[in-house]
């Protein structure tokens, strides 16, 4: 694939990513520190990492990110929160697909991304608060988060199987 | 779908869970005689301190910074009532009434947060 | 394979939800108030849903427990009784009645080292004013004439009762917080109340343990510490805790203290050597009269009395800063002194 098509590509999954930041944004999430999401936007990570691979998925997230919080509004402190999330599971996603797609399913995948997403986002309102006590809410964001990530593995299967077939990305 | 390394992630995950789950147990059940005591934090500095099962009549405290926040006070449960920050998720937050509950208004710098004053006597005879 | 996963996901969502319910099962539905009575501080603590209800009533019957007895105020039964001394017999209701029964079986069992006719020493002393003073050998002399419970003369069939000498005082303040505590423990009964906590100025009682069944934990005052402070600990359930000592109310003159258990013997304070005293019991009435006793009779004839009562056990702490422990209690009670001056004597 040339340099051009590339950019354009990353640069679409930018977009939508930054479309999901910013749906996800409108579901509530039970923590009591701003800033902590579910994890829509890792459909476009594991997608990046499928058709790319880490590196490009780091860009695109850290891109979004930077993105988002200037949309956004929530300064430096939300871009935190997302960047830490979105590196952390983008890393633990990639390392598990390097690894062998016959040992790990997409869905399974998503889900490890999300959860390592709530740890990372966790362990950043920890070092804010500079108190541990945020992780009281660990359980529960855990729970959704397996949930979110189901979803989001669901969805990136389809998303795999079409995009394949339209043969862009071949 | 499910393939062989699923079932390590999912093993890895229930785990997870459940340690996070008997950790924050643990904490909340920890000292033998708990009262619950609500510490209020501005800037990284413990401003007050509210035994919130004594408290009979409700009470607001008015927090000023660089937005300004009403904390309520009533029996046993304590939140953040109003506050003038973009994100209000410190007043959606609602009422904590749990050893480790806490809410915070980022913008403003303020958290509350219940802690559990440990003492090996319930009272003592004078 | 997407069932099984189905499964497991609607398996999680599960756990959430038990999650989020078992975190408010620790709940308390603990009720805790503070109120003034009696000269002091009643805290209650109780697990109810009527707490607030039952809370107010007890205090209720405090108040009128304190209106009846009290000689500090103006009204009530024992003021009446006061007046008549050496005059007539008066009415007196059946609570008065009753804690005047048992001040006097109290001065019969400790031959007089517990005595509530001693109100016109306390009076002279002042202990419990902002004026306290030091009252002449002479003066001492005078009223230690007006002070003996066989004075007290009661009339069960009418409801009266009389002392024989004019002048003299029956101050029940060493009795009448006992007898309130048991009535509060009745009002916690009768709601069917199975845990809970009085503190009045410093006398506890207990109903039951705590709700997840452990005993509450009572300190025993530090009797040269801070407020709150002790020097150990009783585990309770059903009991009352009650402690006496030179540490409650007292004044220094020329280097000398004098605190407020006056002997009825001697008309000075109680100097026997111990400065503090516990009683575990049944009943707070008993504990409160008998702390003030033994602390009287010092810590032979104050363990050998307490040995001698069925359900009573005590505390000593001596001025060397001992502490000794009837033998009913060693299982219950835990030494922890971090003032570190205290030391627990175990065998006599």
Not at chain 1, 108 to 115: H, P
Not at chain 3, 149 to 172: C, H, P, R, W
């Amino acid at each position: 694939m040339n340099n051009v098509k590339k950019t354009i590509l990353l640069g679409l999954f930018v977009s939508q990513a930054l479309i999901l930041s910013i749906v996800e944004s409108w579901i509530p999430v039970p923590a009591p520190v701003p800033g902590v999401k579910l994890g829509l936007a890792n459909i476009i990570t594991v997608i990046t990492i499928i058709f790319f691979g880490f590196r490009e998925a780091l860009a695109v997230v850290f891109v979004r990110c930077v993105l988002s919080s200037i949309f956004g509004g929530g300064g430096w402190m939300l871009f935190l929160f997302s960047v830490t999330g979105g590196i952390l599971s983008a890393a633990v996603m990639s390392l598990l697909y390097k690894s062998g797609r016959d040992k790990f399913s997409i869905t399974g995948i998503s889900i490890a991304g999300a959860i390592s997403h709530n740890i990372g986002q966790i362990l950043v309102a920890a070092f804010f608060m500079k108190d541990l006590a945020v992780a009281v809410v660990l359980p529960v964001l855990l729970i959704s988060g397996c949930i979110m990530g189901f979803f989001v593995g669901l969805v990136s299967s389809f998303l795999e199987g079409a995009l394949r077939k339209t043969r862009i990305f071949d | 779908m499910l393939k062989k390394g699923d079932l390590f992630i999912f093993g890895f995950v229930i785990i997870l869970i459940a340690v996070s789950f008997f950790g924050v147990s643990l904490y909340k059940n920890s000292g033998k005689n708990t009262n619950k005591i609500a510490v209020i934090i501005k800037d990284n500095q413990e401003i007050q301190r509210i035994e919130i099962d004594a408290v009979n009549e409700p009470m607001e405290i008015m927090i000023s910074g660089e937005y300004n926040d009403i904390i309520l006070v009533e029996k046993g449960r304590i939140r953040f009532k109003e506050a003038d920050c973009p994100d209000k998720v410190c007043v959606n937050t609602g009422w904590l009434t749990e050893k480790g509950d806490m809410a915070v208004c980022l913008p403003n710098k303020t958290m509350i947060k219940i802690e559990g004053q440990s003492s090996d006597v319930d009272i003592v005879t004078y | 394979m997407t069932k099984k996963f189905s499964i497991i996901i609607l398996c999680l969502a599960l756990c959430m939800g038990v999650l989020l319910s078992s975190c408010r099962l620790n709940s308390s539905n603990l009720y805790e108030t503070h109120e003034f009575l009696m000269g002091t501080v009643i805290i209650q603590k109780i697990y109810h849903k009527d707490a607030d209800k039952i809370a107010k009533e007890v205090n209720d019957r405090i108040a009128g427990i304190e209106s009846a007895m009290t000689i500090n105020k103006s009204g009530g039964e024992i003021n009446l009784l006061n007046d008549a001394a050496g005059k007539e017999y008066v009415k007196l209701g059946e609570d008065t009645l009753y804690v005047l029964n048992k001040a006097k079986q109290y001065g019969e069992i400790s031959n007089g080292a517990f005595d509530v006719t001693i109100g016109p020493l306390v009076k002279s002393w002042g202990v419990f004013t902002d004026n306290p003073k030091v009252p002449s050998k002479s003066e001492i002399d005078e009223l230690l004439k007006l002070v003996n419970y066989k004075d007290i003369n009661i009339d069960f069939e009418n409801s009266t009762a009389m002392l024989s000498k004019k002048g003299q005082i029956v101050d029940l303040g060493g009795i009448a917080k006992g007898f309130a505590g048991d009535a509060a423990i009745e009002i916690y009964k009768k709601y069917g109340v199975e845990s809970a906590l009085i503190s009045l100025g410093g006398n506890i009682l207990t109903l039951g343990g705590k709700p997840d069944g452990t005993p509450w934990s009572v300190g025993i005052r530090n009797p040269r510490g801070a407020d709150g402070s002790y020097i150990g600990i009783v585990s309770v359930k059903d009991k009352a805790v009650v402690s006496s000592g030179d540490y409650e109310r007292f004044f220094e003159k020329d280097g000398v203290r004098y605190h407020h258990i006056l002997d009825p013997k001697t008309g000075y304070p109680a100097n026997t050597g111990l400065i503090g005293t516990t009683i575990v019991s049944d009943y707070s009435i008993d504990a409160d009269a008998l702390s003030t006793t033994v602390f009287v009779l010092g810590l032979e004839e104050g363990m050998k009395l307490v040995e001698s009562l069925e359900g009573v056990e005590a505390v000593f702490i001596t001025e060397d800063k001992k502490i000794y422990v009837t033998d009913g209690l060693k299982d219950t009670f835990t030494f922890k002194d971090e003032s570190k001056e205290f030391e627990y004597v175990e065998k006599r």
